[in-house]
């Protein structure tokens, strides 16, 4: 099955600063690629998604860059702020699996002010 | 997107017993999932809750102790049975989008169960 890493474990970064989060993910068949943020007490809220036919995509602050050949997938996040401070997580899907999702381990982002 | 609601948000429950989560979606959708995250960690699929079947469960779930329905296209519960201590988690459920979309999920608030 598939198995999705996740780094690093913990980020702090000073606010105005950039933050970026790597995921490797072992299944060649996988071809979508959310991240989610989830804060303290709430559900993962989907903040951006990548398919398997597109290198880049940006929304305001945030980007993701997948490389399919070498299987990884990153967040950019630019200017941070302090309500970005959540917990990150990658994961990955393909169509052929039944759309399950296979989540990174996650990421502590700290934003300092 | 879907808007996705789960009752109830928290519980405390005695060992032994059991404990049943409902997942409400504001639309028709074919995907329902149910995911496990305890404390500190990432989310794991429990199961994928298919309409007017069996639930499809993963390696290290079963169905004896998490059964799983859905009766329709924008409700499911899944039950916690004979709960244990090691059952204390926050249980996600996450739908497909509406119109029948494919991969993407969203996720409800989460049940917050502690079992003591």
């Known amino acids: 099955g598939e198995n999705v890493e996740q780094h690093p474990s913990t980020l702090s970064v000073q606010e105005g600063d950039s933050a970026v989060i790597k995921c490797t993910y072992s299944?060649?068949?996988?071809?979508?690629f959310p991240w989610y943020k989830q804060e303290l007490g709430k559900g993962p809220q989907l903040i951006i998604d990548?398919?398997?036919?597109?290198g880049e995509k940006k929304d305001q602050r945030i980007a993701v860059t997948l490389n399919k050949t070498a299987k990884h997938f990153s967040l950019h996040i630019t200017e941070t702020q302090p309500e970005d401070s959540a917990v990150y997580f990658c994961?990955?899907?393909?169509?052929?699996?039944?759309?399950?999702?296979?989540f990174g381990g996650g990421t502590r982002v700290l934003v300092k002010p | 997107s879907a808007v996705i609601s789960q009752k109830p948000s928290r519980d405390i429950c005695q060992r032994g017993t059991s404990l049943t989560i409902q997942c409400q979606v504001d639309?028709?959708?074919?995907?329902m999932f149910w995911y496990r995250q305890q404390p500190g960690q990432s989310l794991t699929l429990i199961a994928t809750?298919?309409?007017?079947?069996?639930?499809?469960?993963e390696s290290g779930f079963v169905i004896d102790k998490f059964p799983i329905s859905r009766p329709n296209l924008t409700f499911s519960t899944l039950t916690v049975s004979n709960m244990s201590p090691e059952d204390s988690s926050i249980y996600l459920c996450?739908?497909?989008?509406?119109?029948?979309?494919?991969?993407?999920?969203?996720f409800g608030p989460g049940t917050r169960l502690t079992v003591l």
């Open positions: 996450s739908a497909g989008a509406a119109g029948g979309g494919t991969d993407t999920q969203y």
């Open positions: 299944d060649s068949a996988s071809n979508y």
């Open positions: 990548i398919r398997s036919n597109v």
């Open positions: 994961a990955a899907s393909s169509g052929a699996a039944g759309n399950k999702l296979t």
């Open positions: 639309s028709q959708v074919t995907m």
């Open positions: 809750a298919n309409q007017g079947s069996e639930a499809t469960y």
